[in-house]
Structure formats: structure tokens, C-alpha cells
């Protein structure tokens, strides 16, 4: 008999249950109703959806970026889940953009898939794709997988959920991270039991293409309780919606993106596990999705198309085992990504001395290598220890290219940024519902960069040493309320810009330092919740990208700016109803430029709205043999402005988008519905595009029209 067959068997006649969380790790709860949907494969669980346990209050929800376990209603820091039955009203390979409808606190740039930046907590730098680290780290499982490249938009098919830290995170995460954390946690092989799905969709847009999306997985038991192998593949093509004067032509802007992530998982002592896993994702976009000129709002003036590739692969090997009592975490990641973009440089031909249409070509090859080993244990005195090494190389090449003549090397960088780092956190109950947590990263951050401007190369070699502190103090005085005081920091490195004059190619670090109060409320019978947060920052040479007279793109630092607001949800839950209500308001200023730099008139931080709010509803039947769920979203994003640079202090107006969905699970089938910018809303949500023609004509990036989608899904057996 198994140790699960054993500890089902002990629980079988008590309400209670038993959920394995990992291959060493058990959950003991109250029995969910029978109707509750499985909590594993493509599908995921919806947290929101869970109703109230024997003691009326909601499932433990557990959160693991922090480096251990930690259940999200004590964790003193802002953190949000979405799991993969949250995703499902997004289709059947949701990416990003996904994510940040269901968060207030995160926006995309909306440039276009494989070309977006992702924000968090109000800290936006620039809307451009520069040579500045992400304000947002992206990890996948254990490893990180970005430093400086745009967000890769990977599709999140069998994922278990997706954490969200908001604000900044240095401590546990190294260099970056200034806005926060978005890690995607894929399902893990399981060794006891067959498990399959496979789903497929279709869609339209209105006056715009069709598309069909299909994803399956396998998970697949290859010895008892100790070898198992997890299978996942997808396929799409999205459609399009712009119509350009480029061969593309109607609805150009359509994308194509094939992936393929395997896992093997194997129990190789008591106690100790290995996993070792593999992801690879083609993304190709035929055209961009900006529109300009007049006329139609889908429609682009330019006769050279617009293409984009954003192709990522990555390994993993992460093993668990217990030393001790301690748990031990070693993980290894190894990531390789490709960036190519293309864009129509015509209207700056003549900067270029060249006359006609000109293309601009801009290949990008990042390498990200991850390792990192750390301890972890204690129950009222809970401890972590580890250390970590990080190794980030770009390589930029960017020419011009005449419809004759030979192209012209206009960009070539070379840029290898590492960072060795010991970290540590301790967190010590006082007793009476208090608990104090506090840590601190101690590192060593290098840049070596070499740029070649034609001429003789110029090359910058930085060494920085510093600590990065956290501290936190939380109160529960009982199981219905929690309250916290948070301070953490974060850093990003200097380096070089691979564009503009020689003389301004340098950049310095910049630093970020936050504070922020939270609490989290539930009543007595389970059914209401209320999660609110102030926060404040204080941001120092604030890294950006701006616009060049040519339509490359430099940066620099901007000034030192401050961010403060608040964010609160409030919930409630029956069997069958939920609705969601939340708000995050904002204010993000540069407060004092650069010494030479001017103040914009309106000084707000690029990109980031000054709120952004949602409500959502969701009721679920039972009808006929199946159960029916209904449900949609209503969100709201307020004004925000493109660019620290006064050129381009550009407004971009509030807009709004309602969402609908519908879906009916009868045994392993389910139907599902959806219909996407239901108003048929034409917004403007983002005012950039191309940067060699931004200064001499708006741009648009307007709303995806109206969509219609359904499909269909199976689970195995």
C-alpha cells in the first residue's frame, strides 16, 4: 500500500481530505463537495470559486515565490494568485495579457505579442524596448528566465497558478525586479496516477480573421510512485484585425505560436526528488498592430510589413531533498531567447543619408543562466539561507536596409551582466499573533559591455557590492484577520545604451525603496472577503528609454521620481455566486529631472495608469446531467502618458472593456463560450507603435475588436 492509499484510507470516514502538493509534500483540509472541479491539469483550480470549508473560512492558498512555502493569508507582503480555471474564460493558451486582466496592479504595453513590458505597482520607466533590465522579473517553476529582454508572452497551458509579488523584490530575487515578480508555476508530473486533456478552440473578429487554438497534455506514471513524465504541446493562430498598405495587407497583424514544455520527475531516495523539465516556444507575428493616418482605426499607412519573432527555450533541473529536518533546494536553469524585429524606417530615411524605403532590422540574442541553492526549515522560528549566481548575456545587432545599396550597422552591443549573491531571511512568531521577518541579500553585480559605433569600440566595465534589506512585521489576532508592515528594495545595474552619440552612452543604476501596510479580512461564515494595501516608494535614477531624432532608441537616467496609493478587493462567496470587486489608485511622478533634463508638463511615470479598477461575477447551476457557469468581467483602466520625454508626453484617454463567458462541464467534457470586447469598444490603449515615425503623426494601438470563441475540452480517463 502507497503512502497516499494509507493516509486516503485513514480520512475516508472523517471530513477531511488529504492533497499532495508536491512529490514529499501533503495538505490536510476539509472535504470540498463532491461537485468542486479537479484541481490538476490544463484546467488548474479557481481559488475565487472554492466554497467555504466546515469552519467557514477559505482553502489554504499557498505561495511559493517566496522561497518556501507560505500560506497566502499570513504572508506579509502583496501577492496575487491566478490559477489555471481562472484562465479559462481566455481560451485555450492564454498568455500575458491574460494575467494582467485579472490583476489591478499590472498592465502590459500592448505593443503586440513577444514585444509587450510588463508593469507592476505603478513602476513604469519606458514604453520602448531599450537595454534597461525589466522592472518585472519573470521566473517560470524555480528559474528566472528574463533579465533585459521583452516579456516572451508564454502560453500558459497546464499550469498549476501564477504568482504575482507586487513591489519590489530584491531581496529573494536579485538585481531587477523593482515592480515585482510574475511566476508562472507549471503542474508537476504525478507518479500515481494516468492523467490527460486536450482541448480546442475557435475564434473571430469582428470585421477581423479567425483563429483555432489547440492544447493537450499527458501526464504519464512510468514507475509506482517514483518515475513519471508530463507531456505538454500547443498550437495557435491568432487572428488579425489591421489592414496596412504593406504586401501583408487585411488583417496583417495575424501570429502564429507553437510550444512544447516536457517534464520528467523522479523519487530517487526518501525524501529526495529530482525534475528535470524543457520548454520551447515559437512565437512569429506577421505585422504589427499599431494603426496611423487617417481613415479607418484599424488601418496603417506603410509599405513595408512589420514582422516579429520572439522564440525562448529553456532547461531546468531542480532537486528537493531533507538534510536534517532542512529542506534543500537546488535549482539549475539555463535559458537561450531570440528576439527579431522588423520595422518600416522610411520617414527617417534621410537621417539614415539614404532616400526611399528603409528597413530597419533589429536580431537579439539574450542567454540567462540561473543557479541557485538554498535551505530552509524551522516552525516558529521559520529560517532560510542560500546562495545564488546569475549570468545575463545580450548580443544586439541592428542595421538599416535601403531597397538598394548595401544595409548599414547602426547598433552593435555586447553586454554580460552576473550577479553572486548570499541571502538569508528569519522569521520569528512573538507570540500573541505577532510575528517579525526580517533578511537580506548581500551581493556582487558586474557589467562588462562593448558597443561598436563604427569607429573604435567603447567598452564599461562596473563592479558594484550591496546589500538589499527586508524587514516585516504582521499581527493576526485571530483566523478571520491578518495585518502587516512591509519595507523591501531593489537595484538594477548600469550599463550602456547601444544607440545615440558616443558621449551619452552611459547609464547608471538605479535603485528603488518601498514601504507599504496591508491587511486581510474574512467573516465568520466565510462567504466575505476584503484585501487592502497602501503602499509608497521612492524611486533614485530612474533608468529609461527615450526617443532619438533618428527613431533609435537610447536611455538614460530621468530623474528621481515617487510612487504612492492603494490598492483594496472586496469579495463574497456562496456555492454557487461570486463576485469580485477591486481598485488600485495611483500616483506615479517624477519629482526632480536630471541635472540637464527638463520636466515634463505632465510628470506622471510612463505607462502606468493612475488606476485601474474590475468587477467580476461568476454563477455556476447544476443543469440537466452537467453544471452550468456563467460569468464575466468588467474592467476599467485610467489615463496614463507615454514618455518621460517631453516630446512625447502623449495622453493616453481611460477605456474600459467588458468580457463574457459561459461553460457546461458534463463529466470529462466541457463546452465553453466566450465573447471577448463585448461592447466593441475601438479605445485607444496604447499611443505607440513605431518609433521612427512617432514624432511626425499619432499613433494608435486600438482595442482588439469584438471577438467571438468557443470550444471544447476532454480529460483523460
Given at each position: 500500500?502507497?503512502?497516499?492509499q494509507?493516509?486516503?484510507?485513514?480520512?475516508?470516514?472523517?471530513?477531511?481530505?488529504?492533497?499532495?502538493?508536491?512529490?514529499?509534500?501533503?495538505?490536510?483540509?476539509?472535504?470540498?463537495?463532491?461537485?468542486?472541479?479537479?484541481?490538476?491539469?490544463?484546467?488548474?483550480?479557481?481559488?475565487?470559486?472554492?466554497?467555504?470549508?466546515?469552519?467557514?473560512?477559505?482553502?489554504?492558498?499557498?505561495?511559493?515565490?517566496?522561497?518556501?512555502?507560505?500560506?497566502?493569508?499570513?504572508?506579509?507582503?502583496?501577492?496575487?494568485?491566478?490559477?489555471?480555471?481562472?484562465?479559462?474564460?481566455?481560451?485555450?493558451?492564454?498568455?500575458?495579457?491574460?494575467?494582467?486582466?485579472?490583476?489591478?496592479a499590472?498592465i502590459?504595453?500592448?505593443i503586440?505579442?513577444?514585444?509587450?513590458?510588463?508593469?507592476?505597482?505603478?513602476?513604469?520607466?519606458?514604453?520602448?524596448?531599450?537595454?534597461?533590465?525589466?522592472?518585472?522579473?519573470?521566473?517560470?517553476?524555480?528559474?528566472?528566465?528574463?533579465?533585459?529582454?521583452?516579456?516572451?508572452?508564454?502560453?500558459?497551458?497546464?499550469?498549476?497558478?501564477?504568482?504575482?509579488?507586487?513591489?519590489?523584490?530584491?531581496?529573494?530575487?536579485?538585481?531587477?525586479?523593482?515592480?515585482?515578480?510574475?511566476?508562472?508555476?507549471?503542474?508537476?508530473?504525478?507518479?500515481?496516477?494516468?492523467?490527460?486533456?486536450?482541448?480546442?478552440?475557435?475564434?473571430?473578429?469582428?470585421?477581423?480573421?479567425?483563429?483555432?487554438?489547440?492544447?493537450?497534455?499527458?501526464?504519464?506514471?512510468?514507475?509506482?510512485?517514483?518515475?513519471?513524465?508530463?507531456?505538454?504541446?500547443?498550437?495557435?493562430?491568432?487572428?488579425g484585425?489591421?489592414?496596412?498598405?504593406?504586401?501583408?495587407?487585411?488583417?496583417?497583424?495575424?501570429?502564429?505560436?507553437?510550444?512544447a514544455?516536457?517534464?520528467?520527475?523522479?523519487?530517487?531516495?526518501?525524501?529526495?526528488?529530482?525534475?528535470?523539465?524543457?520548454?520551447?516556444?515559437?512565437?512569429?507575428?506577421?505585422?504589427?498592430?499599431?494603426?496611423?493616418?487617417?481613415?479607418?482605426?484599424?488601418?496603417?499607412?506603410?509599405?513595408i510589413?512589420?514582422?516579429?519573432?520572439?522564440?525562448?527555450?529553456?532547461?531546468?533541473?531542480?532537486?528537493?531533498?531533507?538534510?536534517?529536518?532542512?529542506?534543500?533546494?537546488?535549482?539549475?536553469?539555463?535559458?537561450?531567447?531570440?528576439?527579431?524585429?522588423?520595422?518600416d524606417?522610411?520617414?527617417?530615411?534621410?537621417?539614415?543619408?539614404?532616400?526611399g524605403?528603409?528597413?530597419?532590422?533589429?536580431?537579439?540574442?539574450?542567454?540567462?543562466?540561473?543557479?541557485?541553492?538554498?535551505?530552509?526549515?524551522?516552525?516558529?522560528?521559520?529560517?532560510?539561507?542560500?546562495?545564488?549566481?546569475?549570468?545575463?548575456?545580450?548580443?544586439?545587432?541592428?542595421?538599416?536596409?535601403?531597397?538598394?545599396g548595401?544595409?548599414?550597422?547602426?547598433?552593435?552591443?555586447?553586454?554580460?551582466?552576473?550577479?553572486?549573491?548570499?541571502?538569508?531571511?528569519?522569521?520569528?512568531?512573538?507570540?500573541?499573533?505577532?510575528?517579525?521577518?526580517?533578511?537580506?541579500?548581500?551581493?556582487?553585480?558586474?557589467s562588462?559591455?562593448?558597443?561598436?559605433?563604427?569607429?573604435?569600440?567603447?567598452?564599461?566595465?562596473?563592479?558594484?557590492?550591496?546589500?538589499?534589506?527586508?524587514?516585516?512585521?504582521?499581527?493576526?489576532?485571530?483566523?478571520?484577520?491578518?495585518?502587516?508592515?512591509?519595507y523591501?528594495?531593489?537595484f538594477?545595474?548600469?550599463?550602456?545604451?547601444?544607440?545615440?552619440?558616443?558621449?551619452?552612452?552611459?547609464?547608471?543604476?538605479?535603485?528603488?525603496?518601498?514601504?507599504?501596510?496591508?491587511?486581510?479580512?474574512?467573516?465568520?461564515?466565510g462567504?466575505?472577503?476584503?484585501?487592502?494595501?497602501?503602499?509608497?516608494?521612492?524611486?533614485?535614477?530612474?533608468?529609461?528609454?527615450?526617443?532619438?531624432?533618428?527613431?533609435?532608441i537610447?536611455?538614460?537616467?530621468?530623474?528621481?521620481?515617487r510612487?504612492?496609493?492603494?490598492?483594496?478587493?472586496?469579495?463574497?462567496?456562496?456555492?454557487?455566486?461570486?463576485?469580485?470587486?477591486?481598485?488600485?489608485?495611483?500616483?506615479?511622478?517624477?519629482?526632480?529631472?536630471?541635472?540637464?533634463?527638463?520636466?515634463?508638463?505632465?510628470?506622471?511615470?510612463?505607462?502606468?495608469?493612475?488606476?485601474?479598477?474590475?468587477?467580476?461575477?461568476?454563477?455556476?447551476l447544476?443543469?440537466?446531467?452537467?453544471?452550468?457557469?456563467?460569468?464575466?468581467?468588467?474592467?476599467?483602466?485610467?489615463?496614463?502618458?507615454?514618455?518621460?520625454?517631453?516630446?512625447?508626453?502623449?495622453?493616453?484617454?481611460?477605456?474600459?472593456?467588458?468580457?463574457?463567458?459561459?461553460?457546461?462541464?458534463?463529466?470529462?467534457?466541457?463546452?465553453?463560450a466566450?465573447?471577448?470586447?463585448?461592447?466593441?469598444?475601438?479605445?485607444?490603449?496604447?499611443?505607440?507603435?513605431?518609433?521612427?515615425?512617432?514624432?511626425?503623426?499619432?499613433?494608435?494601438?486600438?482595442?482588439?475588436?469584438?471577438?467571438?470563441?468557443?470550444?471544447?475540452?476532454?480529460?483523460?480517463?
Amino acid at each position: 500500500m502507497t503512502l497516499e492509499q494509507a493516509l486516503r484510507r485513514l480520512l475516508r470516514d472523517t471530513n477531511l481530505a488529504a492533497e499532495q502538493t508536491g512529490p514529499l509534500a501533503w495538505r490536510i483540509s476539509a472535504r470540498r463537495p463532491e461537485r468542486q472541479r479537479d484541481t490538476t491539469g490544463v484546467s488548474g483550480g479557481k481559488a475565487s470559486q472554492a466554497p467555504p470549508v466546515a469552519d467557514g473560512l477559505p482553502a489554504e492558498i499557498i505561495v511559493t515565490a517566496t522561497k518556501r512555502a507560505d500560506n497566502y493569508q499570513t504572508a506579509a507582503l502583496s501577492a496575487q494568485i491566478v490559477t489555471g480555471l481562472d484562465l479559462l474564460p481566455s481560451g485555450a493558451a492564454p498568455g500575458t495579457s491574460a494575467v494582467a486582466a485579472l490583476s489591478d496592479a499590472m498592465i502590459t504595453s500592448n505593443i503586440g505579442p513577444g514585444r509587450n513590458r510588463s508593469f507592476l505597482r505603478g513602476v513604469g520607466d519606458s514604453p520602448f524596448n531599450g537595454s534597461t533590465q525589466a522592472t518585472v522579473a519573470v521566473e517560470l517553476g524555480e528559474g528566472r528566465i528574463t533579465f533585459n529582454a521583452p516579456d516572451p508572452d508564454l502560453r500558459l497551458v497546464d499550469v498549476e497558478r501564477i504568482e504575482l509579488l507586487k513591489g519590489p523584490q530584491g531581496p529573494l530575487h536579485g538585481t531587477g525586479a523593482l515592480g515585482g515578480v510574475y511566476r508562472i508555476v507549471p503542474a508537476s508530473p504525478r507518479t500515481d496516477v494516468f492523467q490527460g486533456e486536450a482541448a480546442l478552440a475557435f475564434e473571430g473578429l469582428s470585421g477581423g480573421g479567425t483563429g483555432v487554438t489547440g492544447s493537450a497534455m499527458a501526464n504519464l506514471p512510468l514507475k509506482q510512485d517514483r518515475l513519471a513524465l508530463r507531456v505538454v504541446g500547443y498550437a495557435s493562430r491568432e487572428p488579425g484585425w489591421i489592414d496596412t498598405d504593406a504586401p501583408s495587407g487585411r488583417n496583417s497583424n495575424a501570429s502564429r505560436t507553437r510550444g512544447a514544455r516536457l517534464a520528467l520527475h523522479w523519487s530517487f531516495a526518501p525524501d529526495w526528488s529530482a525534475e528535470l523539465s524543457g520548454l520551447v516556444q515559437l512565437l512569429h507575428v506577421a505585422d504589427s498592430q499599431y494603426a496611423n493616418g487617417s481613415g479607418s482605426v484599424y488601418h496603417r499607412v506603410g509599405a513595408i510589413a512589420e514582422p516579429h519573432d520572439n522564440d525562448i527555450h529553456n532547461g531546468q533541473l531542480t532537486i528537493r531533498g531533507d538534510i536534517a529536518g532542512a529542506k534543500l533546494v537546488s535549482v539549475t536553469s539555463w535559458t537561450v531567447h531570440e528576439v527579431d524585429s522588423t520595422l518600416d524606417a522610411s520617414e527617417a530615411a534621410p537621417l539614415f543619408g539614404v532616400s526611399g524605403p528603409l528597413r530597419f532590422e533589429d536580431d537579439r540574442t539574450y542567454h540567462v543562466f540561473n543557479q541557485e541553492v538554498r535551505l530552509s526549515g524551522g516552525d516558529r522560528l521559520r529560517w532560510l539561507a542560500g546562495v545564488s549566481y546569475l549570468s545575463a548575456t545580450t548580443r544586439l545587432l541592428a542595421e538599416v536596409q535601403p531597397v538598394t545599396g548595401s544595409p548599414s550597422v547602426v547598433g552593435d552591443l555586447n553586454e554580460t551582466n552576473a550577479e553572486l549573491a548570499a541571502f538569508a531571511d528569519l522569521s520569528m512568531s512573538l507570540g500573541h499573533g505577532w510575528r517579525v521577518d526580517a533578511g537580506a541579500r548581500l551581493f556582487r553585480a558586474s557589467s562588462d559591455d562593448e558597443r561598436r559605433d563604427g569607429g573604435a569600440p567603447r567598452a564599461r566595465n562596473i563592479r558594484h557590492t550591496g546589500t538589499i534589506p527586508n524587514f516585516a512585521l504582521s499581527w493576526q489576532p485571530n483566523a478571520r484577520q491578518f495585518y502587516f508592515l512591509h519595507y523591501a528594495s531593489a537595484f538594477r545595474p548600469a550599463g550602456l545604451t547601444p544607440f545615440g552619440p558616443t558621449a551619452q552612452a552611459e547609464f547608471e543604476s538605479d535603485e528603488l525603496k518601498s514601504f507599504e501596510a496591508g491587511t486581510r479580512l474574512r467573516s465568520a461564515d466565510g462567504h466575505m472577503s476584503l484585501n487592502a494595501t497602501a503602499y509608497f516608494a521612492n524611486w533614485n535614477h530612474i533608468q529609461s528609454d527615450y526617443l532619438l531624432p533618428n527613431g533609435l532608441i537610447g536611455t538614460r537616467n530621468s530623474g528621481t521620481g515617487r510612487i504612492y496609493g492603494i490598492e483594496a478587493q472586496a469579495g463574497w462567496n456562496s456555492r454557487h455566486w461570486h463576485l469580485e470587486a477591486g481598485v488600485d489608485v495611483q500616483h506615479a511622478r517624477l519629482e526632480s529631472p536630471e541635472p540637464g533634463l527638463a520636466m515634463p508638463t505632465d510628470n506622471s511615470l510612463p505607462v502606468v495608469p493612475k488606476a485601474k479598477a474590475h468587477f467580476t461575477w461568476h454563477r455556476t447551476l447544476i443543469l440537466g446531467p452537467g453544471q452550468l457557469s456563467l460569468g464575466g468581467r468588467l474592467n476599467w483602466i485610467g489615463a496614463s502618458r507615454l514618455s518621460l520625454d517631453p516630446a512625447l508626453n502623449r495622453k493616453i484617454a481611460p477605456h474600459s472593456r467588458l468580457d463574457l463567458d459561459a461553460s457546461y462541464e458534463l463529466g470529462a467534457w466541457t463546452l465553453d463560450a466566450a465573447v471577448s470586447n463585448a461592447l466593441g469598444s475601438h479605445a485607444d490603449t496604447f499611443g505607440y507603435g513605431n518609433p521612427f515615425s512617432l514624432a511626425l503623426a499619432p499613433q494608435r494601438t486600438p482595442m482588439r475588436p469584438r471577438g467571438i470563441r468557443i470550444g471544447i475540452r476532454k480529460k483523460f480517463p
